[in-house]
């Protein structure tokens, strides 16, 4: 008797313990299938938000290419479908279903808006407003409500240098928002929020507290967040992107050093030094690799060239003859800035008093002695142009020796570079473009535009047409074949484009200064 219980115990605690092991084990596997699904649910989101549909700032990872569609060839005035009056504002049109979203800011009611409009027709489907207590420094060539717009079927999210992260329903109820301290830039926050689909990732470089922060999407609620001590003053947009291996990865341009993390947990991946300060272009992904690129001044052929101490001290003395006095330099007194840019035309020079108040009167008495003017132009000398071929390949920091290459010439300043035909194709101010090797770095193609003013808004490639609009309103559409553009339309409009076009099933979607319209 005792044998047999012993015996069915014994074989009971086997079927129990297998039994114990099979749920364990279906535990394991139900786990390993929500993980898959919910990397499928992130992958397709990020399709989704950003392949498919123009719903963040240069498309997201689409990064300014596009491929659905019928591209549009004119933008003349026959080919509008429709325009409507905007508010002040530089953010670009998003798109998510047949919902445009974009923000502006008001200065005189000291409020801030989310935009929703009908793809269609343009009707404005609702407005939020929110209350600003202390606004942003900005540049002319800036605004109050710069940063782009993410969206998704669900809503959208808006970010403002004066306020903070706000996502709203598709409908404009308000979901959740992150009241974020003004940050400390030259020019004003123009960085825009990314989106994964599942999470939203925030860069906020300032010359105090820089950070890059993750919340999910659905409830706001911080993921995790990194300080960047490293970091000064940045007006990019960070690139979120899956590699080959199917790790997601977030890219930051700033200064002095670009990095690469971990978009799952903020971990530190990879890092290059040396590029200048405050810098604007977002960057670019390809075959497992990164494209950084920064513009500087002081670059061979590309120099901010300033006199020398004793001449300009003898020409605005302090009254001990020993300082340059900032209060005796007229307006009128002009260092040549950009010698591409037109004459006339704002940018293309800057008032000495300026250059000298900002960068080199370090202790702000309205002075600048010997010791401070040295420091000053060594820095400008050092401030280079900049653009790199980061090949992953391991963990930690890569010297300029480990990257594919590094170059200074064909660097934009506030427009972003993009891959077509396996180039790197690059507009500047003044209408100069340039096709870069993308293995090796070296200038296939140098070309100028007929077209005035300064590139803000980035180039957009409809499969393969190439939009490119300045600042002044001239427009370019050109097609893109091996290191030559075909110019096949060419005009102006009446008013100063600054934001990037959008590309859609319905037409190309274009914010002026004053107006956005649809061309078709």
Known sequence: MLESFTASATCHAGIFQTLHQDQIQMRKNLALCMVSFTLIQMWVAIASTSGQEWS??????????????????????????WSIDLPQGHSSPVISGNRIYLTSADR??????????????????WKTAESVTEWENIHPFNSLATPTCCADEDGVVSYFGSYGLIRYSNN???LWEHRIPVATV???????????????????????????????????????SVDRPLNSANNSTPLIMRLNDGSLMIAVNGTPVSQIYNAENGDLIAWNSGYPFEPISVPVYVDNS????????????????????????????????????????????QL????????????????????????????????????????ATKEFASNRNKMARLALGKKGQYTDQDLTWTVTRGVPEMSNPLVADDQVFTIEDGGIYNFISLQGGQTIK??????????????????????????AGDWTIARVTKDELDVISQGSFTDPVFATPAPTAEGLLIRTETTLRLYR
């Not at 990872?61 to 491929?67: H, I, V």
């Not at 019928?70 to 509008?80: C, F, S, W």
């Not at 060239?305 to 300009?312: E, N, R």
């Not at 704002?346 to 002075?367: E, Q």
């Open 172 to 174: 404009g109820r308000k």
């Open 186 to 224: 030259q020019y004003g926050v123009s960085t825009s929020p990314v989106s994964d689909g599942q999470r939203i990732y925030l860069l906020k470089d300032s010359k105090e507290g820089s950070f890059l922060k993750c919340y999910a999407l659905s409830t706001g609620k911080e993921v995790w």
């Open 56 to 81: 963040q700032f240069r498309g997201g990872s689409l990064q300014s290419s596009f491929t659905a569609g019928e591209p549009v060839t004119d933008l003349a005035e026959k080919n509008q479908r």
């Open 336 to 375: 040549m800035l950009r010698p591409e840019v037109e004459r006339g035309a704002p940018g293309r020079t800057i008032r000495l008093a300026f250059i000298l108040g900002a960068f080199c009167d370090r202790n702000k008495n309205g002075r600048v002695d010997a010791n401070e003017y040295r420091v």
């Open 108 to 125: 005189d009611a000291s409020t801030v808006s989310t935009h929703c409009f009908d793809i269609k027709t343009g009707k404005q489907l």
């Open 446 to 471: 140098k070309g100028r535009l007929q077209s005035r003013g300064r590139y803000t808004s980035s180039p957009v490639l409809w499969q393969d047409l190439l939009y490119l609009i300045s600042n």
């Open 290 to 333: 990164f494209i950084f690129s920064n513009r500087g001044t002081g670059s061979e052929g590309d120099p901010l060239t300033l006199p020398d101490f004793d001449s300009l001290r003898r020409k605005f003395p302090t009254e001990d003859d020993l300082e340059i006095d900032l209060s005796r330099i007229p307006r009128s007194d």
